[in-house]
């Protein structure tokens, strides 16, 4: 795991010029990699490649990069791990490749020679990746199928400047375009931005499954994979064979590592999973961290100490209560990349992970997508199915939609007035679930910022491309993936974690294991409770099985009554309505706190 930076011309720089700015966007990304550090220019000046290095596979100086092949004609930068890089490298040197070092970079390199962009398809791994070719004078950038790894991008005047994380290209003064409208809406819409979009007007995120080509000055971007269920008829025992399967599968390729690999452990059934199929797969040293909160109701401590001492596991447990998380929150609010209305539970457990000596944990998170563990696959289609109910009158949706949400003292019902202003898809039912402000409330927001009129905030800004999938449930697994856990979750699952340079993996989030599973019918899949994973891991004991689900959360509003109030004052003061709740607070709150700590110019 690491953090890659780059600048490409489309006319040549001085040398020293070159040089100083990638050099100062490695400062800024020292976090995500202590262990090296490079750039790298063109003779030319006009590439340039930067790359901080957090070393996992071949600990030796063999794996400093940027990393180039022997003819120089190839340069490469690289951020994440590639699972099967083993498998590949067999398959390069059966035709006469010979490697220099045991890594999965050097793997990248010679397969991108030998065949190209067409490479991304036999990656299993995460990855954002950029790749110089000296002789065609062009860059190619990708990032991996699900969106583990981001990776974000500006083009001005012909020039290409990327880095793994948007700051990096604010410190530098790559990204000086002011806020862009549309995203600040969506944000306080549904507590996250999506992409391909930034807060930052010109600043982009690549894709989940997308590459980018830069030749000559000009982009050409691709989708090169996607999220789409392909259901097959199946027994329900067949079904509970090939998840096991595909689980013990994605858990051998999640521990390759030449370091040790840890387990962030709650009382949940997929953080249960993962440490009981790693002693199915051979794991014979375990190490498992929790966290345990001053709140009964969201204290899932000794849940997590029954499971470790029944699997045997190295367990390791922090206690928070107010003061002594108010003593990481300060650092935590330094180290947004973006604002968003979580990312705090994982900055303090990937924190205590690395303060007890690890460089790799695995995470369970994607296993409520994969596998309906989240009330909205029951709630979404009933929303749709209102929807669609309140359109056969015609202008009868539309009409009642905007009196509710302009005028209803519940917010929730605010909400569903936006969703009757729309076409009601799955989708938009989605999007109304998870809402944080009604559409007309997040433009209202937006253009107090601005200092415009909300009129001038577009209402469908950032809007993604409807969902594929034909079943309903299948729909509601799509919007999760692709939406609610492409763009808050992985985010900042990557950007807390790697703040304390801790390589964050998650075995449930993988292209081969959604491919597998995809072609099991929802209605075995999605069965309530996660019956599939229940029944394809019968290894999960029952105190956890049978509990209720409660999530990784923290007792925020409690904590803020003990101390904490002052710092939400303003943000209330903000909402233009009474009784706002804890989470439109907080994503007002957020958002400030990244406007005063955001580096450069906005």
């Known amino acids: 795991m690491c953090g890659i930076a780059g600048i490409i011309e489309s006319r040549p720089k001085p040398a020293p010029e070159l040089m100083a700015r990638l050099a100062a966007l490695n400062a800024c990304l020292r976090h995500r990699g202590p262990d090296d550090k490079g750039v790298w220019t063109s003779a030319d000046g006009r590439a340039g490649l930067a790359h901080v290095r957090l070393s996992i596979l071949d600990l030796s100086p063999a794996g400093h990069q940027p990393m180039s092949t022997p003819d120089e004609k190839l340069h490469i930068v690289f951020n994440g791990e590639i699972y099967n890089f083993r498998e590949l490298r067999a398959g390069l040197e059966a035709v006469g490749v010979a490697f220099r070092t045991g890594t999965d970079t050097e793997v990248l390199l010679h397969l991108y020679a030998k065949e190209g962009t067409a490479m991304l398809g036999q990656l299993r791994g995460m990855f954002a990746l950029a790749i110089w070719d000296e002789q065609r004078q062009s860059c190619f950038l990708a990032r991996d199928p699900l969106g583990i790894k981001p990776l974000y991008y500006t083009q001005c005047g012909g020039s290409l400047t990327f880095a793994s994380e948007m700051r990096a290209l604010q410190a530098g003064g790559l990204a000086e375009g002011g806020i862009n409208a549309g995203a600040l809406m969506r944000y306080f819409q549904t507590g996250s931005v999506p992409e391909p979009h930034t807060l930052i007007k010109g600043v982009h995120s690549l894709e989940a499954g997308h590459c980018l080509m830069w030749e000559a000055g000009r982009l050409s971007k691709q989708c090169y994979w996607q999220v789409r269920f392909q259901p097959e008829e199946m027994t329900r025992e067949a079904a509970v064979v090939e998840v096991r399967e595909a689980l013990l599968d994605t858990m051998r390729a999640h521990f390759v590592s030449d370091v040790p690999v840890g387990i962030f452990l709650s009382g949940g059934i997929d953080s249960t999973m993962l440490a009981a199929l790693a002693r199915k797969v051979g794991q014979e040293y375990i190490a498992t961290f929790s966290i345990g909160v001053d709140d009964e109701g969201l204290d899932e ?280 709740t804890w989470y439109q607070r907080w994503s007002i709150f957020m958002f400030d706190t990244w406007l005063t700590e955001s580096p450069g110019k906005i």
């Open 301 to 580: 401590s000794s849940v997590a100490r029954r499971t470790a001492a029944h699997f045997g596991t190295r367990h390791q447990e922090l206690r928070l209560d107010a003061n002594t998380a108010r003593q990481q929150f300060a650092s935590f609010l330094r180290t947004i990349d973006q604002p968003s209305i979580d990312g705090f539970n994982t900055f303090t457990v990937s924190a205590f992970a690395h303060q007890c000596g690890m460089k790799v944990v695995l995470s369970g998170l994607g296993g409520d997508e994969m596998f309906g563990g989240y009330k909205s696959f029951d709630q979404v289609p009933k929303l749709a199915g209102m929807a669609h109910a309140a359109r056969m009158v015609p202008g009868l949706g539309a009409l009642s939609g905007r009196l509710l949400e302009r005028h209803a003292t519940s917010h929730k019902v605010r909400r569903i007035g936006s969703l009757l202003q729309t076409r009601g898809t799955m989708r938009d039912a989605s999007l109304c679930l998870r809402s944080i402000f009604s559409t007309h409330e997040a433009r209202l927001l937006a253009a107090q910022y601005l200092g415009c009129a909300w009129q001038d905030i577009p209402a469908n800004a950032g809007a993604e491309a409807e969902v594929e999938a034909a079943d309903p449930r299948d729909a509601v697994s799509e919007c999760e993936l692709r939406f609610y856990m492409r763009n808050q979750l992985l985010k900042d699952s990557d950007v807390m974690s790697m703040a304390h340079s801790l390589e964050l993996r998650v075995p449930l989030v993988d292209r081969v294991l959604f491919e597998r599973v995809a072609r099991i019918p929802a209605s075995l899949r999605l069965r309530a409770g996660k019956q599939m994973l229940l029944e394809a891991v019968p290894e999960i004991p029952e105190w956890v099985a049978g509990a209720t689900k409660r999530g990784f959360a923290f007792p925020f509003e409690k904590w803020l009554g003990q101390g904490w109030g002052d710092a939400f004052a303003r943000a209330t003061a903000r909402v233009p309505f009474k009784n706002p």
